[in-house]
């Protein structure tokens, strides 16, 4: 329909007294054609936003399609990197990837419902990046998480995260201290590996990947092929999640 108004619009300037061609009109010819494309832009200025709308779609269009080549070119280092954490359903027909931050709101926010959308759908396989963008105490965060479940494994990386991510205090060392005590964990050995090469390695590797898929903000997921950027609720994963399996 927006095309069509405004090939329309455009249409009504196209007067018989003007040169099909711009290169060809006169200066007067080309005088008239401007004054009558301004006044009809007063007379009708939602043309404007109307071709403002066509080329944010058009831009969008593009944008998804290079985020699916990007998915495609980075599929082993999104989907099977060796190091990041995989819960839900391992076996699950569709793969959703998480960056994410515990100081970011909005992960804060997406945690819940992401957590819904695998318990209620059951056959969804999840896989968590480590992203911290905001600051130090993000960066300080994230290497605690990495360093229990390299030491402790997988069940108690998903314990801390979901804890971290319901954390609203400042992030600092005593406080990680208090929290890696709340669930038994070997806080002496935690903290060594916090500062390991092992640790920075992981970290490191994915803000290269994720600079790699151009992302600038947490959360961003890939759902299957599709990069989704930013936070989405429950009911829209979902369509998306139904989407992919067609």
Same mark, same amino acid.
């Given at each position: ?18 040169? +099909? ?11 008239? =054609? ?5 006044? !009809?832009?007063?007379?009708? #200025? /939602?043309?404007?936003?109307?071709? &403002?709308?066509?080329?944010? $779609? ?15 070119? !980075? ?22 990837? /998480? =960056? ?15 957590? /819904?959308?695998? @318990? ?9 990046? $480590? ?7 993000? &960066? ?16 108690? !990386? ?33 903290? &060594?590996?916090?500062?390991? @090469?092992?640790?920075?390695? @992981?970290?490191? +590797? ?14 961003? =997921?890939?759902?299957?092929? @599709? ?5 989405? #609720? ?8 139904? /989407?992919?399996?067609?």
């Amino acid at each position: 329909m927006k095309k069509l108004l405004l090939s329309t619009a455009f249409a009504t300037l196209a007067l018989p007294a003007l040169a +099909a061609d711009l290169k060809e009109m006169t200066d007067e010819e080309r005088a008239q =054609f401007r004054a009558e494309v301004r006044a !009809y832009l007063f007379e009708n #200025p /939602e043309v404007i936003m109307e071709a &403002v709308d066509i080329l944010r $779609e058009r831009e969008a269009e593009q944008q998804a399609r290079a985020d699916i080549d990007l998915v495609t070119q !980075y599929a082993d280092q999104i989907f099977n990197d060796g190091y990041s954490y995989v819960g839900g359903n391992p076996d699950g027909d569709i793969t959703l990837v /998480e =960056f994410l931050d515990y100081r970011c709101g909005y992960c804060k926010r997406a945690h819940g419902e992401v957590a /819904e959308l695998l @318990e209620t759908d059951g056959n969804i396989r999840l896989i968590v990046k $480590e992203l911290p963008i905001l600051g130090d105490a993000s &960066v300080l965060a994230s290497r605690f998480a990495v360093a229990v479940k390299q030491v402790a494994g997988d069940d108690s !990386y998903k314990a801390v995260g979901d804890a971290l991510m319901s954390f609203n205090g400042e992030i600092t060392m005593p406080a990680l201290r208090r929290l890696g005590a709340t669930f038994g964990l070997d806080m002496d050995a935690v903290e &060594v590996r916090m500062g390991s @090469e092992d640790v920075t390695a @992981e970290i490191a +590797a994915t803000r290269q990947l994720a600079a790699a898929l151009a992302i600038s903000g947490t959360p961003t =997921f890939v759902m299957h092929d @599709e990069l989704l950027r930013g936070y989405l #609720p429950l009911d829209q994963m979902q369509l998306i999640v139904d /989407e992919k399996r067609g």
